[in-house]
Structures are given as C-alpha cells and as structure tokens.
C-alpha cells in the first residue's frame, strides 16, 4: 500500500531537487540565457467570406530554462495581442478591433503527455507526446478571426498590428524561491504591423 504522506514528501523533494538543478545548471551556463530576440514571423492577412483572417508565429521564444520548466510539469503560456486600425489621414486612426489569446501549454510527468489550449480554433485542446510538435502549436497563430468583413469599408486602408508576450509563470509555492530565474526566460516580442487596402 502507497503512504499518501510518504508521496506527498518525494513529490516535494523531487520540486526542491529541480529547483537545484536549475539553480547550478544557470550559473556554471549562464550563456545559455541569452538566447536570441524572439519575434514574430511568417505573416499573412487573408480572408474568407465572412471574416478576414490573420496567421503568423512567434520565432526563437523556447530557451533552455522554458524548455526545462515545461519538462518539469510548469504551466506556460503565451499571450497574442492583436489590434487592427482604420487608417484616417491626417487623423488619429482608429482602432476597430483589439483582441488578446493566449496560448497554453502543461506537460504531465505521469503520462508523458502536452496538453494545449488553443482559444482561436474554437478553444481547441490538443494532446501530444511530442514536444517539437507541443512547441510548434504553441508558437503558431492558425486563421485567428480578426473582424467581420462587413464592418470594413471598400477602398479604405487598414493597418494589423500584433505582438506576443510571455506570461508571468506561476510557480507552486515551494519553487518561489526561484522566481528571479522568470527574468531569464521572459520574452516580449516588438510590434509587428501590415497594411493592406480593403
């Protein structure tokens, strides 16, 4: 028979063992912290009939630390921002849509197995055993609604602005100690924009 009390101490254990590893593996490695810029890539507007559409992805986000947090079961996750603006001139454009999704990502140790939410393909949950596969879906914004077409006007310009932030982490209570290791993998991408005539 499983002692719960006997489960619960390794569990915890084995959290504070991690954050050593953490702890030693970032100061005899601390270049491995200073991974490149992320920022985002592969841009597209598009439309369908009723909805114009934007797809892009976040590059060069996954560091080592993020890699080994979600390796140790540490929820994370990415926030998209997307605005998009009517270009007036001489006047202040203005915006006609704001929108915030956020990607998240959790690993379960016990079955070896990335769970995902996905909030613009219909709050989509995805489960692999494949991490590449996990960080991919985790980057990549797939035909994210933007506004409906008959709220545009013809002939008018319009700029698409976007960017993508890592979310401040949530550590369990026990790993807090650790929390100024968060600056060392936080991100924030710059602001990205496309214009495009309607």
Known sequence: MINLGTL?????????????????????????????EAHLSDII????????LSYFNVRDCFTEEMNMAIMNGISTKFTFIVKLYEIRGAWFDRKIADIRLTHTIEYNTLKNEFSLLLPEQNNKKVKTKDFDSAKKLMADVVALKVIRLDRLKRGVHYQLRMKAELDKIELPFYLNYVLFFLSLWDFETDWYSVVFRY
């Open 45 to 52: 507007v598009t439309n369908t009939r009723d909805h114009l």
């Open 8 to 36: 619960a101490h390794f569990r915890h254990f084995r959290h504070l063992i991690c954050a050593l590893v953490f702890f030693l593996f970032f100061c005899i490695y601390p270049e491995i912290s200073s991974a490149k």
